[in-house]
């Protein structure tokens, strides 16, 4: 599975932008897919995660209400959708992606083989 993150830039606090992360072909249906961030410093932490259909999704406390994840398997493409941008929010954006991930894995970062280059994210206030 191959992984390209995009979408990323400079933004101004109370902006959106949407991170796509495009995904391999024949595979695409098989995998759940992370959207996982690290900013300068720290860990990195889970942001948010979709199952192979769609029908499960999960999001981080510190998220939830402003970012929504989303895919369209059939531009075999997962998105996130971040509104109400934060300066906490600047880090660098990662989408990964495992075609045997079990839901109750998907926040773990260690549950995810393969994963995209990363996007920038910067929140000005």
């Known amino acids: 599975v191959q992984l390209q993150a995009s979408g990323g830039g400079l933004v101004q606090a109370g902006d959106s932008l949407r991170l796509s992360c495009a995904t391999s072909?024949?595979?695409?249906?098989?995998?759940?897919v992370g959207w996982f961030r690290q900013a300068p410093g720290k860990e990195r932490e889970f942001v948010a995660a979709i199952s192979r259909t769609g029908g499960g999704t999960a999001h981080a406390d510190s998220v939830k209400g402003r970012f929504t994840i989303s895919r369209d398997n059939t531009k075999n493409t997962v998105y996130l959708q971040m509104n109400s941008l934060r300066p906490e929010d600047t880090a660098v954006y990662y989408c990964?992606?495992?075609?045997?991930?079990?839901?109750?894995?998907?926040?773990?970062?260690?549950?995810?083989?393969?994963w995209g280059q990363g996007t920038q994210v910067t929140v000005s206030s």
């Open positions: 990964a992606a495992d075609p045997s991930i079990i839901w109750s894995e998907a926040q773990n970062q260690y549950a995810y083989d393969y």
């Open positions: 072909g024949r595979t695409f249906r098989n995998v759940g």
